[in-house]
């Protein structure tokens, strides 16, 4: 699978939870509710919905294990949900400091996206890819935001019915440009990318930021369920000098890089274009 449709995919699942999100939340009537209480149970619902299917969307889409969506998807949807609520009272303490305003707006899904973005540790367990999606989801909090209150001034004499369903477009916009913006950032920050040439998932691109899994556990960062690879085959890591390759010990097999082969336990360095073979799985490193 392309980098842009891995993008495609993620912005359709947000999307879709921003969808979800408005649909619920908008079924319970927050807006006669206290303001920092609204502020909670809208944080927790978008949080919710739209980390969860944006961490779930690697699992269904790209490496197509249910199981593993599924656990990708709670894992997210609770680490969103935390960051739903702590992004809308962050935001309504900046509302109040500025007395409403397109500026607080603004920084209200700011807050949020780099909140659900942040919350992809939770996922990953590695800091580095997490901060890389924290900035992309602020970014597409901004953009969906701009796009949201855009719309929301230029209807702002509609009667109620159409001022609900512009907050409903207005929130699917804000869902796909954080689902979006968070692998796109990934991928335009990363320092490689392992290009699967030949295997179950030849075409499929996966980015490298500070270290990337390789293996047939789905849990990797590159799923391959070919015959021949181990559950955790490789580890691609960037270092201080570029980017090397180390043959885990539940390799059995190792790994041929050209005519050499790497037997488990050792390291090789990486150099662009290098091509390695993991069982019938042919994958190529690409420097940036």
Known sequence: MSKSLQ???????????????WWIIGSLGTQTWNFWLEAVVVGAGLGFWIG?????????????????????????????????VLGLLLANAVWAIFSGGLVARALTWMLLGMLIGLGDIAVSRRIQRALYAALGGMTG????????????????????MAQEAIGGVGLVMIGGCIGGLIPLARQVLSRGELHVLAGQQSGLVREVTDMARVGRYDGNDLYLPDAGVSWRHVVVRRTASGFELEVLAEADDGVEIGATRIQ?????????????????????????
């Open 7 to 21: 993008i495609y995919y993620h912005a359709i699942f947000g999307a879709l939870g921003g969808l979800l999100g």
């Open 52 to 84: 969860g299917l944006v961490a779930a969307t690697d699992g269904a889409m790209v490496k197509r294990v249910r199981l593993r969506a599924v656990r990708d998807g709670i894992l997210g949807a609770g680490a969103g949900m935390v960051a739903g």
């Open 141 to 160: 909090g901004l953009a969906g935001g701009i796009i949201y209150e855009g719309m929301t001034w230029l209807f702002l004499n509609q009667v109620e």
């Open 264 to 288: 488990p336990g050792a390291t090789h360095p990486l150099q662009s274009g290098d091509q390695f073979r993991l069982g019938e799985a042919l994958v190529q490193f690409v420097g940036k």
